[in-house]
C-alpha cells in the first residue's frame, strides 16, 4: 500500500508522540522554534554580569530564533515562480539563524559551572587529541583570541571523520564544521563580552573557563561517541 503525505507524516509524528519526541518531526518550514530559557541563575556566573547573559540571551539569540521563524514562514511561501535570488537568499538567512540558535542553546548550556570537574572521557579525549589538556587549552585560548575584536565562534567538536575531539574555527555561523558534533561552545562575537570587558577578549576567555559546565560537555562527548559507533555499524 502507498501511504500519502499527509498519512506518512501523520503515522510518523503518532510514533514520535508515542516516543516523546514530538520535536524530531517537526515540518521544515513550521516557523515555530521555541527560544530556550537560560539554564542557569543569571546572577551567578562568575565574572560574567547578569546584564550581559541577559542581555546576549533575550536580545541576541533570541533575536536568532524569532528571525528564523520569519525566514522559515517565508520559505512556506515559495512556489515555483519565486525567483532564486529571493530563494537563494532565504536559504542564506535560514542557515545563519539556525546554527545562530543551536549554537547558542548549546554555549549557554556549557556555562553555568565552576569551571572544575573535568569528566575522564573528555580528559581522554583531550590528551588522545592534543597530547594533554594544557596544550588543548592553550590553543583553544588562542582561537579565541584570534576572533577577539570581530566575529565568531569556538568550538570543541567531536569529529566523525577522524574520530576524535578537535577544535575547529567558525568564523561566523555558517561555517562550522560539515560532520561534527560540538562538545564545548564558546561564543566570541564582541556582545558575548563587550559589555564587562571592552575589548579585552582575553579577560572574557578567562571568565569562560571559570563558568564551564563540563558535566554538560562529558554528556555531549558520551552521545557522540554512541553516534560514532552507531554511524559505523
Ligand atoms: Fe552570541
Redesign the pocket.
Known sequence: MVVGAPAALAAVQQLARAAGDAKAVAPAAAGKNAIAPLPFDPKKLNGISEKLIVS?HDK??AGAVKNLNQVEEALAQITPDTPGFTVSGLEAAKLKFTNSMIL?EMYFQNLGGDGHGVGSATEKALVQAYGSHARWEELFRALGNSLGGGSGWAILDWDFHARGARIYWAGDHTTALAFGAPLLVM?M?E??YAMDYGASAKEYIDAFFKNVQWAEVERRLGRAQTADAVLRS
Open positions: 546576549h541576541n539569540y547558542h561564543d562575537y556582545h558575548a
